[in-house]
């Protein structure tokens, strides 16, 4: 898998090359930088527009975008950002008093400046000291640094406003995202953009809306042009939604000739013109490497065990470029040394030892072509970012490569360079999305395959001895694989033994947090083709409720103190989960002499269609253990995005499964401790 916003069309290199000769159109017009006017208007809003519950709402957002050339020669793309808030309750005062900035480590946060005009006009500025940067992670899956500052006087009535300069470090990519949906509901969204003059190139600057219908681009007289949009709702993350940018209102802007584009001729030219121009001469093999690709599959005997032995080779010789394993000083140098106008060969990827992730495919490419597979570069789309349909013709949307090998007539994917993962699967973002085989003569696309439940299982095992008072001890033994594991591995990555066990421990404690955790082991932390598997020691005071001469018992440990999946009761987005999965769980309790199952109803199966089954059973084994066994499947058959119609039922199926996760068992005393 590789990001390609380089890999461009012929078309498109001809306005890349003019972006990076020549200043843009309004360059060196200078952008007000002072505070706007505040009118009595705003002064004088009791109530949002937007939307009538808010707390806060922004009066206006506006957003300057430009690329300046800095040292006289480099050019950088900076957003000038300027946004002014009214409060309007205590609620509002709450959200506004501290502003995040979230941004990527490709981009800077510069020259912050803030003010509070609080209603009886009294005006505090911004101090520089109250401003800093810390770590977020949104929705559990992606961390980012955020430039956080609290914001002085925030009260109901006031109004608050603050600018930023955010400079881009990919400035020469030709397509650029512009959010037009933000976590304040907004009643004015306007971006400003200073777009190439025809001196530079005949294209023209295009935009096109994602969730949401924009006007067309408004020339204004200082050079730029500009778009707007009216009473825009704040966004809202929901848990298990589609990936940001499949939801929320957008829009990219890119340049264009204006033509329209059929997308079946379309995509054929791509296909080709992918494998023709930059992959085929990649992939030829030297004698080197077909002795080292005759060597690994030596052993195989089928075209998928060649593919598997040819995988596993590379990840065992080849270091990723972008990963640990190479310096800051080795990165520097191979990609100052990489080819301007084509792909690496093979044979230069294998002298230099590292390659990217779209090298790693390619090299394995030229292997398997020289023992006898047949292989095409497959395009590729990430549906994090982007649920690709064809008719969406842009080769921008394709931005990663993974490579389609021929197997008994069918075309199946792999990536190399998705070593976090056994090598017979991609990564749960690109199963399920539509690729481009790549091809000189007929391109098509082809379904990325989604792995089964059984390919990311969920397996844990404890053995308890449960004492009078309710307190628990005994050893626990977790497994996971596929998916599952590829989550906990990204936890530990780059750890030493050590410091993987105190990662592990924190975790734990957490977890557990009435709990004493000891003895704990790793297994298999960096081999991705066996399960990761840790195992622990576990004393817990007060898990089970002692009363009278009962002792109340949750019998399915693992399911413990968790919280329902879904809790709100409406739904704005589709639920897309990330990848299938199964979780097997089985819990044994050493019970206390002297009692007896006073209620051990099984609270039963639940059978929920195509997606899934949800089986649970508690059986006793002799006087003295009580067994429960817990079976989960979700996503057979792929089936993993549910329309937001579907909500009520996904909802109730998932609330009926944590209530029987919940469930308590009854001891009862009977034998006293006089008569033992």
Not at 65 to 76: A, F, H, I, P, S
Not at 132 to 154: C, H, I, N
Request: aromatic residues 10%; glycine residues 6%.
């Amino acid at each position: 898998m590789r990001h390609l916003t380089g890999c461009l069309c012929n078309s498109v290199v001809i306005v890349f090359l003019a972006v990076v000769a020549a200043p843009v159109s309004g360059q060196n017009m200078p952008i007000d930088v002072a505070w706007l006017p505040i009118t009595d208007a705003e002064r004088n809003m009791k109530a949002p527009l937007v939307d009538k519950d808010a707390g806060v709402e922004a009066l206006f957002w506006r957003v300057h975008v430009r690329d300046e050339v800095v040292g006289g020669r480099d050019l950088q793309r900076v957003f000038y950002h300027y946004v002014r808030l009214k409060i309007f309750d205590e609620k509002g005062k709450e959200q506004a008093a501290t502003i995040d900035i979230p941004f990527s480590d490709k981009i800077s946060i510069l020259n912050v400046a803030g003010r509070t005009l609080k209603a009886d006009g009294t005006e505090i500025e911004l101090k520089k000291d109250s401003i800093f940067e810390r770590d977020l992670v949104r929705a559990g899956r992606t961390r980012f640094r955020v430039k956080s500052f609290a914001m002085p006087g925030v009260e109901p009535g006031a109004i608050v406003e603050y600018r930023w300069r955010e400079v881009s470090f990919e400035p020469r990519s030709l397509y650029m995202r512009t959010q037009f949906q933000r976590e304040f509901p907004v009643q004015k969204v306007t971006y400003f953009f200073a777009p190439l003059s025809s001196q530079y190139t005949t294209y023209h600057m295009a935009i096109r809306a994602f969730h949401c219908t924009l006007p067309p681009l408004q020339t204004e007289r200082d050079g730029f042009q500009s778009v707007t949009l009216e009473n825009m709702p704040a966004f809202r993350e929901e848990p298990w939604m589609p990936g940001e940018y499949n939801v929320r209102a957008w829009a990219l802007v890119f340049y264009s000739d204006g033509g329209r584009r059929e997308p079946e001729k379309y995509w054929e030219n791509v296909g080709k013109d992918e494998y023709n121009k930059y992959l085929k001469p990649a992939m030829k093999a030297n004698n080197e490497i077909k002795d080292a690709a005759a060597t690994a599959t030596s052993d195989a005997t089928t075209d998928e065990e060649k593919v598997l032995a040819l995988i596993r080779y590379i990840r065992k010789t080849l270091r990723d470029l972008f990963s640990s394993q190479v310096t800051d000083a080795e990165r520097a140098q191979i990609l100052k040394d990489m080819p301007k106008e084509r792909y690496r060969t093979a044979s230069e990827i294998l002298k230099s030892g590292v390659g990217d992730a779209a090298e790693l495919n390619t090299f394995f490419a030229a292997m398997a072509s020289s023992v006898g597979l047949e292989v095409r570069p497959a395009l590729i789309a990430d549906r994090e970012d982007i649920l690709f349909v064809p008719a969406m013709t842009d080769r921008y949307f394709l931005r990663n490569i993974d490579m389609a090998v021929n197997i008994s007539g069918n075309w199946k994917l792999y990536d190399v360079s998705a070593r976090d993962l056994p090598a017979n699967m991609l990564s749960w973002r690109e199963e399920g999305m539509q690729a481009l085989l790549s091809d000189p003569k007929k391109p098509s696309f082809v379904a990325a395959s989604v792995a089964p439940p059984e390919a990311s299982a969920r397996v844990r095992k404890a053995k308890l001895k449960l004492s009078e008072d309710g307190s628990i001890e005994g050893d626990i033994d977790q497994q996971y694989s596929g998916h599952s594991a590829r989550e906990r591995r990204d936890e530990l990555e780059g750890d030493s033994d050590a410091r993987r066990l105190e990662r592990l421990k924190d975790q734990l404690t957490k977890m557990y947090p009435d709990a004493e955790i000891s003895d704990i082991r790793i297994e298999n932390a960096s081999d991705t083709e066996k399960p990761l598997a840790w195992h622990y020691h576990l004393k817990s005071e007060g898990y089970a409720q002692r009363t009278g001469k009962r002792i109340l018992l949750p019998p399915f440990f693992f399911q413990r103190g968790t919280t329902p999946m879904f809790s709100a009761s409406e739904r704005k987005y589709p639920i897309y989960f990330p990848y299938a999965w199964q979780e097997h769980d089985s819990v044994t309790f050493e019970l206390p002499a002297g009692y007896a199952l006073d209620n051990a109803e099984n609270p039963g199966s639940l059978e929920f269609g195509a997606p899934g089954t949800y089986k649970i059973q508690i059986a006793t084994r002799g006087t003295h253990q009580l067994i429960s066994d817990r079976e989960f499947i979700f996503g057979r058959e792929g089936r993993l995005l549910f329309d937001v119609a579907t909500y009520p039922r996904l909802k109730k199926i998932f609330d009926e499964i944590h209530r029987r996760d919940d469930h308590t068992i009854s001891l009862k005393q009977t034998v006293t401790a006089e008569a033992k």
